[in-house]
């Protein structure tokens, strides 16, 4: 009797440790199966066409990115418009893209921005001799051609369909009061546009790039083309607020021959980095370190640290991107290699909740059983109090028969109850009080039997002969 409550007495404790196991095995399978809990090692990114500055920046990223164990493949595009329909074609697979300003509708809420990356001028080149196709208020219109006669008949390019360029040309046409039908509009990358407007198979190109394009630097010192600007910037920005006004310095893309020979206003655009809301925050955050490293150097037309910047342009901010530019990475994945990071991450998103509610219940669960153990030993102690009540009014006549089978009985139950040795002392107390009990009712039942020959034994006085 002694050894045996030893195992169990183990056993509360054996199954909270198996149902801990289990818990966190559970945990640990709906982290891992549930979603996407392992970053891909292969990122998709729509980038543009050659000679654009998002082809440019796609391939630093895949630089960049290939040290943190990410393959990145670049898909050449035609431009923002296609790459917002590639983001948008969930058979495209494409995860990662660079869109312009303006070219993103408010319904289309499945993207979300880490942020605008880069500004990228738009650029017109035309063969010379041209005029500036702007009429100034307060200028006489008879000897100063208007934009419509200066590109009358005039082999434009425009870049490709799908580009943001085309889109943008062709809004800034129509503000002019042209119609893009009244040109012989080509479609042409800015390498392809640079090579083609030098050889003179066309005569002007507007193109979205940056300043270190290839195709940018080339046409700007050639001889015989000239780079037109926009000195009513102002009033397209207000007709078309996804423009931005900057201004290309005198000389700054020659000094020794002052090209440009004045101060030139142009237009630009912020694009940003545009990704699936669902993307992976491991690959959010390794995209937002990448886009820190490229794009926060200064350029000619801004100064460093601008970029990348937390704006929401045409589409919400991620709420990574958002925390990432308070306070950079979380702990975790400064920590941790960014796919365990992403993993323990989940965990914690799930044990947290789980602590919330189970610590608390934790902390009562052996107030519970303490109460329920004590209810049992202490529900026999009230039997015992009755049985005893009955054993002191119980007289010499009275059968003791029933109260003893109910104190064995009791004897019985104390004898298979099992308790943790914490409260073994409080059961042998109880176990002693009822075989005091039975040892009291076994004395009452001898007693009678012991003075009963007395009381029946003859008188031999009354016997004896007188």
Not at 29 to 46: D, T
Not at 115 to 127: A, D, H, N
Not at 289 to 308: Q, V
Not at 432 to 439: F, T
Request: aromatic letters at 6%; glycine letters at 6%; proline letters at 9%.
């Amino acid at each position: 009797m002694v050894g045996r409550p030893s195992l169990p007495r183990k056993r509360p404790w054996l199954m909270i440790l198996l149902v801990a196991a289990a818990v966190v095995a559970a945990l640990v399978w709906l982290a891992v199966s549930i979603g996407n809990p392992f970053p891909p090692r292969i990122l998709v990114m729509a980038s543009g066409p050659e000679g654009s500055a998002s082809r440019e920046f796609g391939v630093l990223y895949q630089q960049v990115l290939r040290r943190a164990g990410i393959e990145v493949k670049l898909v050449q595009t035609a431009g923002g418009v296609e790459n917002l329909e590639l983001l948008r074609d969930p058979r495209a697979g494409v995860s990662v893209g660079f869109v312009e300003c303006g070219l993103i509708k408010p319904e289309q809420t499945d993207l979300v921005s880490l942020g605008t990356v880069t500004l990228e001028p738009l650029w017109f080149f035309l063969r010379t001799p041209s005029q500036p196709i702007v009429v100034r208020p307060g200028d006489n219109p008879a000897p100063r051609a208007t934009a419509a006669q200066v590109l009358a008949g005039k082999r434009l390019s425009i870049e490709p369909e799908g580009s943001g360029t085309r889109v943008l040309a062709r809004r800034l046409l129509e503000l002019n009061g042209i119609d893009p039908a009244s040109l012989d509009l080509r479609g042409l990358t800015p390498d392809q546009s640079a090579d083609a407007l030098l050889r003179g198979e066309i005569d002007g190109a507007v193109m979205l790039t940056s300043w270190q394009s290839p195709a940018v630097q080339k046409l700007l010192t050639a001889d015989g083309i000239v780079l037109q600007g926009y000195p009513r910037a102002d009033a397209y920005i207000a007709l078309f607020p996804c423009l931005s006004k900057i201004v290309l310095p005198a000389g700054v893309a020659d000094l020794a021959r002052n090209i440009p020979a004045t101060d030139i206003s142009l237009l630009a655009v912020e694009a940003s980095l545009v990704v699936h809301e669902d993307l992976h925050p491991a690959v959010q955050y390794l995209l937002l370190n990448a886009a820190s490293s490229i794009h926060s150097a200064p350029a000619i037309f801004y100064k460093p640290g601008r970029f990348p910047a937390a704006q929401a342009i045409d589409v919400p901010m991620s709420d990574l991107a958002r925390a990432f530019y308070k306070s950079d990475r979380p702990l975790l994945y400064r920590l941790l290699p960014f796919w365990l990071a992403g993993l323990m991450e989940r965990l914690l998103i799930l044990l947290i909740p789980l602590f919330a509610v189970v610590l608390p219940i934790a902390q009562f669960v052996p107030k519970i059983y303490s109460s329920m153990i004590n209810r049992r030993i202490f529900g026999m102690y009230g039997e015992l109090k009755m049985l005893e009540a009955e054993l002191e009014v119980m007289g010499p006549d009275d059968s003791t028969h029933d109260l003893a089978e109910q104190l064995d009985q009791l004897a019985r139950r104390a004898n298979r109850l099992h308790v943790p040795n914490g409260y073994a002392q409080r059961l042998f107390i109880l176990k002693s009080h009822i075989s005091m009990a039975q040892e009291e009712l076994e004395k009452r039942r001898v007693a009678p039997t012991e003075s009963n020959p007395q009381m029946d034994a003859p008188d031999s006085s009354a016997t004896a002969p007188p």
